[in-house]
């Protein structure tokens, strides 16, 4: 059973950068599809970025250019580059897990992290 610890999160001036970390245990990079979303207050849950059981990585579209999802391997830990930070990535940023699906619908993933908070002002 993956479980799945973030850190990272914290409070930046617009135009700064900021690393996001998700520490997955008991992961087989080939059995999961994992996958970084974001909630801000009053919001819905959304897709940021996500990479799949083969390893293909797909943005959202308002963060693509600005931020990169990668990993690595022998640290069981995805990270999330986030550079050129606006206001409006400002949220509770999550990591998620799902042996099936890789989508930008957070209905599909089983597990979850318990978050980290990104402000940005």
């Known amino acids: 059973h993956v479980q799945l610890v973030e850190s990272g999160g914290g409070s930046v001036q617009a135009g700064g950068s900021l690393r996001l970390s998700c520490v997955v245990s008991q992961y087989t990079y080939s059995q999961y599809c994992l996958g970084w979303f974001r909630q801000a207050p009053g919001k819905e849950r959304e897709g940021v970025a996500s990479i799949d059981r083969f390893g293909f990585i797909a943005y959202a579209g308002s963060v693509r250019g600005r931020f990169i999802l990668s990993r690595d391997n022998a640290k069981n830990t995805l990270y999330l580059q986030m550079n050129s930070l606006k206001p409006e990535d400002t949220a509770m940023y999550y990591c998620?897990?799902?042996?099936?699906?890789?989508?930008?619908?957070?209905?599909?993933?089983?597990?979850w992290g318990q978050g980290t908070q990104v402000t940005v002002s």
């Open positions: 998620a897990a799902d042996p099936v699906a890789c989508s930008w619908s957070p209905a599909d993933f089983g597990t």
